[in-house]
């Protein structure tokens, strides 16, 4: 979204726009430390993500996709994600893929059930941010009902967003490793889930998008 690019953009150095083969997508080309860096805007959703993923491989080819945003926590696990906690997904899933009879729900046809996401351990360390599952899908996930429903699918889910898996399987099918980090902005069916993530964008200090900018660092 255009309130993440924004906290982005200042973390760029010399920045240059370009426009990708489709004009819907625009380009911010420039360094962070050492390493070349495109910034893009992918929109909300699978199809958004999946399209502007496949764009910026194709014109830039990179040899990483670092993926960031904002994500719910699920308040699950023995260390939840807690609003304003950073996510480092170890691995991702979508929650709302079935192809069918003999197959496992979540797995695309074609891909593994559960997308990795390659990262050194001493890197995570590093990093410290909450590391665990990312459950992503075509909803924005404010009703109890529905995290439940993806809690029975992964127990294990960290945070859910609407975009990770869709960059994750291009990544996969590109052969393009794929790194996200997310920064919890509420937590689904926790009252007032909807009101949180509004005032998110109020309160949260940009230095929380900072942590792809220390990703960087230790690549």
Known sequence: MGKELSLLLPLLEHPVQESGSDSSFVYHVGTIGAHDVVVAQCGIGKVNAAIGTFDLIEKYHPDMIVNTGVAGGTGATDDPARVLDVVLASEIAYHDVWCGPGTVRGEAAGCPARFGCPLPADI????????????????????????????????????VDMESAAIAQVCHLKRVPFVCLRVVSDTPGDGG??????????????????????LLGLL
């Open 193 to 214: 889930n909807a009101a949180a993530y509004e005032s998110f964008w109020v309160d949260a200090p940009g230095r929380t998008f900072s942590s792809v900018e220390k």
């Open 124 to 159: 995570r360390r590093q990093l410290g941010a909450k590391e665990g599952l990312l459950a992503s899908g075509d909803i924005f996930v404010d009703e109890p009902a529905d995290l439940q429903r993806i809690l029975a699918l992964y127990p294990d889910a960290k945070a």
